[in-house]
């Protein structure tokens, strides 16, 4: 339902944000705002505030942000109708009418869901007639219980045309039925037909468990195995998940799914106790599928069967996630026994064997690295470098900003250890294998004065900015802060950034504030200078490194101790340039 702008406004008029936010966190009130721990991400200094006044929280530590409607949809896992029905019954506020159109539109589905329901009951009865004998002994054969065939509505699709006379007599329109995937017409004979015929019958629900499609798996030999509905008003599959109407209670309390291949892997997880399981329809897993899981749970366990079908299927879940990747919702991974699907590893090991199957899941740069790096040989320095650009093109497929940064970091870590696995030495410096800068106590105010004073200016040199360690924890601390407001609300006020400071740190600063307030500064100018900053404390650090190693090689002769020292000391000569 489309809800009009005007609704939705008095509706967060009306809601008492601290009141929906309370019921989940424990807040406290400080003057006009409430704070506490974020229940975003885990941390023991509360960083979430909320004011009821502009209706709006905010999390200075992982950068959420948002409204009553948001707060319930990302902790909740609610759909936006959902949220927003939710709350209008909470104040009271009468849900707006449909207009003659969308009035109109529903009538047509419900005329087009009953006869989905009807459709859907035929083959359940067919199911347990003498007609349906061959598809019980075939479901009782792969451990489907006559409770289970139940549960999942499973039903049967006899030969002939007996759905069609069915139909029929209960009064529907047959091109009602056609367009919606049940009927077909024979245009040289004008014979209509069944579409589905000695198929085991899968209802398809939506999130209100309507029948809006079905999937039929063939009892007979013959191609196509499995048959689903085509695209209808009611059924577009690339939007849909299999079970996910029976699953979402599970999954939501638990905050965990678990997407496997095929209608039977999800049946026999269900039955044996793993209702969070759904599958897509029949299709490589779409974007809108991952974006729905994510609407349930932050990260869903892709679980392919253990061939090479499978694994391929896994990776183009993979890269089909990898551009919408977000902070808190990624994808994690199962790599079953070659040979075993869900079902197989329930049926042919336990339940247990399945349980630490996903207990071994893997995050999604596990899954991309090894992808990457599978049928290489890095054996030479042209290789690796061929390597670590394919790498590089890769993550850049990632549009957030601040996960990108994070692959970013951990891949190069990767590839400079690598490097040394290789040859025994690096192959050229990463970042990561440089010493952490840690500024004295001058420096370290200078540089948070500037990353306060000129916000606008820190996007491209935020990662150096982020690895300084500043010995002050009330100073690191509100860099960090700053540094994530910088990167996930670019365009924060004044009072966002002076709360981000933090009342006890501002007077520590006062003074290098006051100096760079005197003077104008353009945003080359703030970044030329920050550059020097940070360059100077790098410097500083890699001198001390160098000190460290050089006292180590004098005691061992090392001679990969002596490699990193002349690299350090390139390194300082580049620098020093």
């Known amino acids: 339902m489309n809800f009009p702008p005007r609704f939705l406004d008095e509706l967060r008029d009306r809601v008492v944000l601290s009141e929906i936010v309370g019921q989940k966190v424990?807040?406290?009130?400080?003057?006009?705002?409430?704070?506490?721990?974020?229940?975003?991400?885990r941390e023991k200094t509360p960083s979430f505030t909320l004011n009821d006044d502009k209706g709006f929280y905010h999390c200075f530590g992982c950068g959420a942000h948002g409204d009553a409607f948001s707060f319930l949809m990302e902790h909740d896992k609610m759909p936006f109708t959902e949220a927003v029905e939710y709350l209008a019954a909470r104040v009271g506020l009468p849900l707006p009418k449909p207009s003659r159109q969308e009035a109109k539109k529903e009538k047509t589905r419900h005329k087009l869901s009953d006869i989905m329901e009807a459709a859907c009951v035929f083959f359940?009865?067919?199911?347990?007639?003498?007609?349906?004998?061959?598809?019980?002994?075939?479901?009782?054969?792969r451990g489907i219980t006559g409770a289970i065939a139940k549960q999942f509505r499973l039903g049967?699709?006899?030969?002939?045309?007996?759905?069609?006379?069915?139909?029929?007599?209960?009064?529907?329109d047959k091109n009602d039925c056609r367009a919606l995937g049940l009927l077909a017409l024979n245009e040289s004979q004008n014979?209509?037909?069944?579409?589905?015929?000695?198929?085991?019958?899968?209802?398809i629900l939506d999130r209100r468990r309507r029948v809006i499609?079905?999937?039929?798996?063939?009892?007979?030999?013959?191609?196509?195995?499995?048959?689903?509905?085509?695209?209808?008003?009611?059924?577009?599959?690339?939007?849909?998940?299999?079970?996910?109407?029976?699953?979402?209670?599970?999954?939501?309390?638990?905050?965990?799914?678990?997407?496997?291949?095929?209608?039977?892997?999800?049946?026999?997880?269900?039955?044996?106790?793993?209702?969070?399981?759904?599958?897509p329809l029949g299709?490589?897993?779409t974007e809108q599928q991952i974006n729905l899981l994510w609407t349930c749970c932050d990260e869903p366990t892709i679980c392919f069967d253990g061939d090479t079908a499978g694994r391929k299927a896994a990776v183009r879940a993979l890269n089909r996630a990898l551009p919408i990747l977000s902070p808190g919702k990624s994808l994690q991974f199962v790599l079953l026994p070659d040979g075993y699907d869900p079902d197989d590893m329930i049926r042919k090991k336990s339940p247990d064997a399945f349980q630490k199957a996903l207990e071994g899941a893997k995050p999604a740069?596990?899954?991309?690295?090894?992808?990457?790096?599978?049928?290489?040989?890095?054996?030479?320095?042209?290789?690796?470098?061929?390597?670590?650009?394919?790498?590089?093109?890769?993550?850049?497929?990632i549009k957030n900003k601040t996960v990108r940064s994070y692959y970013q970091k951990a891949f190069k870590n990767n590839l400079w250890q690598l490097g040394r696995q290789k040859t025994g030495k690096n192959l050229s410096f990463q970042k990561q294998s440089l010493p952490k800068p840690t500024p004295n106590a001058a420096l370290a105010r200078m540089l948070l004065a500037y990353a306060y004073r000129y916000p606008e200016t820190l996007e491209t040199i935020s990662d150096e900015l982020s690895d300084i360690h500043l010995p002050d924890p009330a100073l690191a601390t509100a860099l960090q802060q700053i540094l994530s407001l910088c990167v996930t609300a670019p365009e924060t006020d004044a009072s966002k950034m002076e709360q981000a400071l933090g009342q006890t740190v501002r007077p520590l600063i006062a003074a290098e504030i006051e100096?760079?307030?005197?003077?104008?500064?353009?945003?080359?100018?703030?970044?030329?200078?920050?550059?020097?900053?940070?360059?100077?404390?790098?410097?500083?650090?890699?001198?001390?490194?160098?000190?460290?190693?050089?006292?180590?090689?004098?005691?061992?002769?090392?001679?990969?101790?002596?490699?990193?020292?002349?690299?350090?000391?390139?390194?300082?000569?580049k620098r020093s340039c």
């Open 26 to 41: 424990r807040l406290t009130k400080k003057g006009r705002e409430f704070s506490g721990l974020c229940p975003f991400h």
């Open 365 to 397: 740069t596990f899954m991309l690295w090894n992808t990457l790096m599978e049928g290489r040989r890095l054996d030479t320095p042209e290789r690796l470098a061929k390597f670590e650009t394919d790498v590089k093109e890769t993550v850049s497929k």
């Open 124 to 141: 359940q009865k067919q199911l347990f007639s003498p007609a349906g004998e061959t598809a019980r002994t075939y479901l009782k054969g």
């Open 156 to 172: 049967y699709a006899p030969m002939g045309s007996a759905l069609t006379a069915h139909l029929e007599k209960m009064g529907f």
């Open 515 to 573: 100096m760079l307030d005197t003077s104008e500064r353009t945003a080359d100018d703030v970044k030329s200078e920050l550059s020097v900053l940070i360059n100077r404390t790098q410097i500083d650090a890699i001198k001390e490194d160098i000190s460290q190693k050089t006292r180590l090689w004098a005691a061992s002769g090392d001679s990969v101790l002596w490699d990193e020292i002349c690299l350090l000391k390139k390194e300082i000569e």
């Open 191 to 203: 014979r209509w037909h069944d579409y589905f015929y000695d198929r085991v019958m899968f209802p």
């Open 213 to 279: 499609g079905f999937g039929g798996r063939l009892m007979t030999k013959g191609e196509p195995k499995y048959l689903n509905s085509p695209e209808t008003e009611l059924f577009h599959k690339g939007e849909q998940l299999y079970a996910l109407s029976q699953a979402i209670e599970t999954i939501r309390k638990t905050n965990s799914a678990v997407l496997v291949e095929g209608y039977m892997d999800v049946i026999a997880l269900h039955a044996a106790g793993f209702t969070n399981a759904v599958a």
């Open 283 to 285: 299709t490589a897993l």
